[in-house]
Nanobody, 124 residues
Framework: QVQLVESGGGLVQAGGSLRLSCAAS????????MAWFRQAPGKEREFVAA????????SYTDSVKGRFTISRDNAKNTVYLQMNSLKPEDTAVYYC?????????????????WGQGTQVTVSS
């Protein structure tokens, strides 16, 4: 179990950029795969991006490919989500999550540790 705290959310205009951070506490952070999910009002929580413990493997949902970049700095126990060319449909609460393997399917139920979430609002 890893404790996670997201930050960096806010209000931005369409086409703008935002960088989310997820600070993790725990000595096993570097061995865990990390992921970002998001949930808009009235919608299911959806997968956004994931990164392996080494940072060599990443995955993105189709709607954010080419716009979002996930990265991690294990020395700082932090994972990032750089969001560029933001669209109003990106508006959601963004959550950081972790699990002890990278794998192929990124279902919310497979992640045991979750942050509290940070609000991202993109205006048109």
């Amino acid at each position: 179990q890893v404790q996670l705290v997201e930050s960096g959310g806010g209000l931005v205009q369409a086409g703008g950029s935002l960088r989310l951070s997820c600070a993790a506490s725990g000595r096993t952070f570097s061995s865990y795969a990390m992921a970002w999910f998001r949930q808009a009002p009235g919608k299911e929580r959806e997968f956004v991006a994931a990164i392996s413990w080494s940072g060599l493997s990443t995955s993105y949902t189709d709607s954010v490919k080419g716009r979002f970049t996930i990265s991690r700095d294990n020395a700082k126990n932090t994972v990032y989500l750089q969001m560029n060319s933001l669209k109003p449909e990106d508006t959601a609460v963004y959550y950081c999550a972790s699990r002890p393997y990278y794998g192929q399917c990124f279902l919310p139920s497979s992640f045991a540790s979750w942050g509290q979430g940070t609000q991202v609002t993109v205006s048109s």
